[in-house]
């Protein structure tokens, strides 16, 4: 309760000062996720990755709900034709999940993916504005390390869903996609690399070319700590990247390669963004606490929280719904039912 006041008092001061100013929006958890914006609805979605939950936060009354699924769940995206079913990465495989009323769900597999690197597992992923599925993987990853060279970013609709194609390849760990307010350029993260890339984006067709590096943190490794995790864009088209261990979320400018601003985290491990609030103008953070010492824990009590950060002078575009089912009923695309 006393960092929450904390908070509070911060964004009133920062927003007096003409700054940011950062408050929290949930309790910590061990790994939040994915933020989504569902605009229909006025609900953000996240998850708790390793522990399989979907969480919907109502912006109205700030109620705060979750359902848990059996395995690592990233991402979470709201489907266009039923809002009330979502699709997301369960493991390897993408599944339908439909949210009762009770706070229970039913859940369906769609497909499978990367059969060839079976302790693989989905890590993030959006929609385009046709409701394609933009779906990426990373390798097995312990406390040893990252298994490289097995991610995958696999471009999915009803067509291809037995088949989805690939994309980029191979990878490691596959994050933060965001495409430009002329829907012409799309921009990606492969996290180890420390770079965002840009490509030229086909809207009819789907197809990527031409790949260029739009922004490089090594260029600021006396300024900036931690690799590159998810991203989202504003209306300027500006990318707002999170940094995982980096402890802030950064905006940087892809036609330039500047780093603009940096707004800092009470968290260390700061996993993804997304813009929302009715008005776009809220930037939500999701933050770890997963990785954290007991030690470190304690000095970061809040990590693992969803934070939204306020007074950034810009706002997000609407972000995408996924166009693959009507319903989880719809057998055009996806067989099995759990």
Same mark, same amino acid.
């Given at each position: 309760?006393?960092?929450?006041?904390?908070?509070?008092?911060?964004?009133?001061?920062?927003?007096?000062?003409?700054?940011?100013?950062?408050?929290?929006?949930?309790?910590?958890?061990?790994?939040?996720?994915?933020?989504?914006?569902?605009?229909?609805?006025?609900?953000?979605?996240?998850?708790?990755?390793?522990?399989?939950?979907?969480?919907?936060?109502?912006?109205?009354?700030?109620?705060?709900?979750?359902?848990?699924?059996?395995?690592?769940?990233?991402?979470?995206?709201?489907?266009?034709?039923?809002?009330?079913?979502?699709?997301?990465?369960?493991?390897?495989?993408?599944?339908?999940?439909?949210?009762?009323?009770?706070?229970?769900?039913?859940?369906?597999?769609?497909?499978?993916?990367?059969?060839?690197?079976?302790?693989?597992?989905?890590?993030? =992923?959006?929609?385009? /504005? #046709? !409701?394609? *599925?933009?779906?990426?993987?990373?390798?097995?990853? &312990? $406390?040893? =390390?990252?298994?490289? /060279? #097995? !991610?995958? *970013?696999?471009?999915?609709?009803?067509?291809?869903? &037995? $088949?989805?194609?690939?994309?980029?390849?191979?990878?490691?760990?596959?994050?933060?996609?965001?495409?430009?307010?002329?829907?012409?350029?799309?921009?990606?993260?492969?996290?180890?690399?420390?770079?965002?890339?840009?490509?030229?984006?086909?809207?009819?067709?789907?197809?990527?070319?031409?790949?260029?590096?739009?922004?490089?943190?090594?260029?600021?490794?006396?300024?900036?700590?931690?690799?590159?995790?998810?991203?989202?864009?504003?209306?300027?088209?500006?990318?707002?990247?999170?940094?995982?261990?980096?402890?802030?979320?950064?905006?940087?400018?892809?036609?330039?390669?500047?780093?603009?601003?940096?707004?800092?985290?009470?968290?260390?491990?700061?996993?993804?963004?997304?813009?929302?609030?009715?008005?776009?103008?809220?930037?939500?953070?999701?933050?770890?606490?997963?990785?954290?010492?007991?030690?470190?824990?304690?000095?970061?009590?809040?990590?693992?929280?969803?934070?939204?950060?306020?007074?950034?002078?810009?706002?997000?575009?609407?972000?995408?719904?996924?166009?693959?089912?009507?319903?989880?009923?719809?057998?055009?695309?996806?067989?099995?039912?759990?």
């Amino acid at each position: 309760m006393e960092m929450k006041v904390f908070l509070i008092l911060n964004i009133i001061c920062s927003i007096a000062a003409a700054g940011p100013g950062v408050f929290l929006i949930t309790d910590p958890v061990d790994h939040s996720e994915c933020p989504t914006w569902d605009s229909r609805n006025n609900l953000l979605y996240f998850v708790n990755i390793h522990a399989g939950e979907i969480y919907r936060y109502h912006y109205e009354n700030e109620e705060i709900e979750v359902i848990k699924l059996d395995g690592e769940i990233a991402p979470v995206i709201p489907s266009k034709r039923d809002p009330n079913l979502l699709i997301a990465g369960l493991n390897r495989s993408i599944v339908a999940v439909e949210w009762n009323q009770t706070s229970s769900s039913d859940t369906r597999i769609l497909t499978t993916l990367s059969n060839q690197f079976p302790t693989s597992r989905v890590n993030d =992923g959006k929609a385009d /504005n #046709q !409701g394609r *599925l933009w779906i990426g993987t990373m390798g097995y990853e &312990n $406390s040893s =390390g990252l298994t490289p /060279n #097995q !991610g995958v *970013l696999y471009q999915v609709a009803c067509k291809t869903l &037995n $088949s989805p194609l690939v994309e980029i390849a191979p990878l490691n760990i596959s994050n933060g996609m965001a495409w430009n307010k002329a829907n012409d350029k799309l921009y990606y993260i492969d996290t180890p690399t420390r770079q965002v890339v840009e490509y030229a984006y086909d809207e009819e067709s789907g197809i990527i070319s031409n790949r260029r590096v739009a922004f490089d943190m090594r260029n600021y490794s006396d300024r900036l700590g931690g690799n590159p995790d998810g991203m989202t864009i504003d209306e300027d088209d500006n990318l707002w990247v999170a940094l995982f261990g980096g402890g802030a979320v950064i905006k940087v400018n892809p036609a330039n390669g500047q780093l603009l601003q940096i707004v800092a985290i009470p968290a260390e491990d700061v996993t993804s963004v997304m813009w929302g609030g009715p008005n776009l103008d809220v930037l939500y953070v999701t933050t770890s606490r997963y990785s954290l010492s007991q030690e470190d824990r304690l000095k970061q009590p809040v990590a693992g929280a969803v934070f939204g950060v306020v007074g950034l002078y810009t706002k997000g575009l609407p972000m995408n719904a996924v166009d693959l089912l009507g319903s989880i009923d719809d057998q055009s695309c996806g067989t099995t039912r759990n």
